[in-house]
C-alpha cells in the first residue's frame, strides 16, 4: 500500500474502494499535479526532466513556445532552491529511491526525493500554495500547517519506519517546501521525533480494519460528504442543526 493510498482509505473508505475498482474516478487539478512533477523532475536529473517536458509538452507549452504560467512560476520555484546554498547541501544523495517494507502487517511502498543513507536522512520536496497558511483539521480540533493537513507527517513517518528497519540506523526526515506564490517562499522544514510517535500509533491502528475493507470482508464506510459521497448520497434520515459542523469526524 502507498501511503496516499492509505491517506484515502482513511479519509473515506468508500470512495477509496470505488477508485481502487475503476467504478469512479476523482476530478483530479492535472495541471497543479504537473507543476509539483514539472519541480521533482527538475531536482531528480537533466534526463528526468526533459523526459518530463518531452511528455507533457502540451500541457506545458503554449503555440508560441513559451510556457503557460503555472510552468513560469514552476521555473521560479526551481529557481528559488537552485541558488539556494543551504538547499545544495542539504539535497545530496540517491534520487528517487524506492523504499519498501512490511508494517503493522502491510506491505508498503513509497518513493524518497533524496535518500542520504551515509548521513542516515532523507528530503522530500513539497510544492504548496502557502507554507504558512493555516487550516482548520477536524482530525487534530485545531489549526494546522500543510505539513499535518495532507499527512506528511504519517508518510514521512512511515518512511523512516522502513528506512531503519532496512538499514539498521537512525534516519531524520526532512520537508523542503515551496511556494507556488509569486515570488515563492521557502522554508527546509524538520520534525521533532515525538511526532510521529502518535500519527504510527494511528497508523497501526487503522491498518487492519483497511485491510478487511480493501479485500472485501468488511463493507466499506462512507465519509459522507467527499465528491463520490456527494455524487451517490441519498437521504435516509434527518439530521439534527447542532451535528451539521462535527459530522466530519
Ligand atoms: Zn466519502
Not at 467504478?23 to 521533482?40: E, F, I, K, M, R
Not at 542520504?116 to 504548496?128: A, Q, S
Not at 493555516?134 to 480540533?141: A, D, H, P, T, V
Not at 455524487?231 to 459542523?245: R, W
Amino acid at each position: 500500500m502507498s501511503v496516499s493510498q492509505f491517506k484515502s482509505w482513511q479519509k473515506c473508505p468508500a470512495a477509496t474502494l470505488a477508485k481502487l475498482k475503476g467504478d469512479w474516478q476523482p476530478t483530479s487539478n492535472p495541471t497543479a499535479l504537473l507543476v509539483g512533477n514539472y519541480v521533482h523532475s527538475y531536482f531528480e536529473s537533466k534526463e528526468a526532466h526533459e523526459a518530463f517536458l518531452e511528455e507533457n509538452k502540451a500541457a506545458i507549452f503554449k503555440k508560441n513556445g513559451s510556457e503557460r504560467a503555472e510552468f513560469v512560476q514552476a521555473i521560479n520555484m526551481i529557481e528559488a532552491l537552485e541558488y539556494d546554498d543551504f538547499f545544495n547541501f542539504l539535497y545530496q544523495g540517491e534520487k528517487e529511491v524506492i523504499v519498501t517494507g512490511e508494517l503493522y502487517g502491510a506491505e508498503w511502498k513509497g518513493k524518497i526525493d533524496c535518500l542520504n543513507v551515509e548521513e542516515g536522512y532523507f528530503v522530500d520536496l513539497k510544492t504548496t500554495k502557502d507554507i504558512r497558511q493555516g487550516i482548520w483539521s477536524e482530525k487534530y480540533r485545531t489549526r494546522v500547517s500543510f505539513v499535518e493537513d495532507y499527512g506528511y507527517l504519517i508518510q514521512m513517518g512511515i518512511y523512516r519506519q522502513l528506512l531503519e528497519m532496512r538499514y539498521r540506523k537512525p534516519f531524520e526526515a526532512f520537508i523542503v517546501a515551496v511556494s507556488k506564490q509569486d515570488p515563492p517562499d521557502k522554508e527546509a522544514i524538520r520534525i521533532d521525533s515525538w511526532r510521529y510517535e502518535s500519527e504510527l500509533l494511528e497508523v497501526k491502528h487503522d491498518v487492519p480494519e483497511i485491510l478487511r475493507m480493501k479485500y472485501g470482508e468488511q463493507a466499506p464506510r462512507r465519509c459522507g460528504h467527499c465528491e463520490y459521497c456527494r455524487k451517490t448520497k441519498q437521504l435516509s434520515d434527518f439530521v439534527e442543526v447542532g451535528d451539521l459542523l462535527d459530522s466530519r469526524g
